[in-house]
Each structure stands twice: as C-alpha cells, then as structure tokens.
C-alpha cells in the first residue's frame, strides 16, 4: 500500500480501515472512495434536447463569436406608466416599451442590423423578438414591422404571439427574421444584467426592473420611477459611444410617450 500512502494523506484516508472494508487496495478504490467523500452527490442528469439544446449552442456561438460589451442607464418611467393607464386594453409595460423601442431604431439604424463575420446588413423593417420563457425553454417569437403598427394593433399581435409561445402553439415563420432582440427580467426584481446577443443580430437590450427612487428635478426632490436598461452590444461592429447615443434615444423616447402611434 505504499504506492497510496502520499495520495491517503492528502484526503485523510485510513488506508487499513479501507483495506477492511473494500478488500485489496487499488487505484479504482481510492478514486471511488475520493469520489464518494469529496465530491458533490449528484441529485439528477438530464441531457440537453430539442429547443433547449439549440439555445445553448445559439448562447455558445454568441459568446464566443461577439465581443459583448453592456452599457447601463436609468430612466424615468413615470411616462409610460400614465400612458398605460390612458390605455383602453391596459397592455403590459413591455408591450409599450418594445413600440417605443421601434423608434429608437428607426433613429438608429446601425443598431437594427446582423453581422454574419464579414459583411454587416442594416435592415429597413424593425423586427423584434422577445425573449419568452415557456415549458420548453426560452424562445424568441418575432414581432415584425414595429414601427409601422398602430398601438391598438400591435397589442393584439403582441399578446396573440406571447400567447401562442406559452402554448407551444407557434410556427416556424413566428421564429425567423429578427433584426433586434428585447429580454425582461423586471418581473423578477433583477436590477441588472448581461443579456446574451441573439446571433447574427449586433446588440439585444435588457429591461430590468421599476423601482421608486428620489431623485432631483428642477432644485426640487421628487419620487419617480426608475428602471434600468442594459444594452449589450457586439463591439466588433458597434462602438460604446454608438451603443451610448442609443440608449439615449430609448431614453428620449420612454420619457416622451407622445412618440407612439
């Protein structure tokens, strides 16, 4: 037993109390009792399939291929919150953020783009994917043509899409043709975030979530709602003061609800 004493001293083995209970000492022995003592007890396995399998190696291809870099900025909410109310169908705050969103892009074009290695496509039509967690992973239905849908509208396709995700009701036309991803952790109280470029689109934007904060306006201390967002973006292709002057025309338009049609 010589051979194990240098290894039985390094995990505390009693090696002649293990001879009495596993027979013969052997390299496999002393890995299976190392295992059994040290290493964490496993509870289940459960291998990657279907839709789940394919998010990872999309999430896999996205990190190892863009350069993320995430810019954060606060911004009032107030706005929005009022003209949800104004609202005959009352929609999710999402709902008006993404339609405001479309105008940032239709500001901004460099940002409703995808880049495929060598050559970067800047797309006319604003079409965003929301990143919707369902029973069968997380999936990434497709709103199209944002900017050009009325509010009454776009509700209806937003809560009809949404709807259909959760039911696993969507087809593969719901699934294609994203130029720009939104992702929303704000229903659980995350206030910031890293989100993960949906490949070959150049940037995705994280909306965190609405708290009341003290803030000052005009020399005077008011509460508002704040949020944040977390814009990610593939550096290869969109610098930080790009990413910058982006998050400033969300901002503009969040804070300016008029802009929606």
Do not use: C, W
Not at 39 to 48: D, I, Q, R
């Amino acid at each position: 037993m010589d051979e194990f004493k240098e290894i039985a001293e390094q995990y505390d083995i009693d090696l002649e109390k293990l001879k009495e209970e596993k027979g013969e000492i052997s390299q496999e022995i002393i890995q299976s009792y190392i295992k059994e003592k040290f290493y964490p007890k496993v509870k289940s396995e459960k291998k990657l399939i279907g839709i789940r399998k394919i998010i990872s190696k999309r999430l896999y291809q996205s990190y190892n291929q863009a350069i993320h870099v995430t810019l954060n900025m606060e911004i009032k909410m107030d706005n929005i919150i009022s003209l949800r109310e104004k609202i005959e169908e009352k929609p999710s705050l999402t709902i008006l953020m993404i339609k405001l969103l479309a105008n940032a892009l239709r500001d901004l074009p460099e940002l409703n783009a995808t880049f495929d290695g060598e050559k970067v496509v800047i797309y006319d039509s604003i079409n965003i994917a929301v990143a919707t967690d369902t029973q069968n992973g997380l999936i990434t239905p497709v709103l199209r043509e944002v900017d050009k849908k009325d509010i009454k509208t776009f509700i209806e396709e937003y809560n009809d899409i949404i709807t259909r995700a959760r039911n696993s009701m969507l087809k593969e036309k719901d699934l294609i043709g994203a130029t720009f991803t939104v992702t929303n952790l704000g229903m659980f109280g995350v206030d910031s975030f890293t989100p993960i470029i949906n490949p070959p689109q150049v940037a995705i934007l994280g909306i965190n979530r609405i708290k009341d904060s003290l803030i000052i306006e005009e020399g005077e201390q008011k509460i508002a709602k704040i949020g944040t967002l977390s814009l990610t973006i593939d550096h290869r292709i969109i610098d930080g003061a790009l990413g910058a002057q982006f998050l400033q025309k969300v901002k503009e338009h969040f804070e300016h609800t008029e802009d929606i049609s």
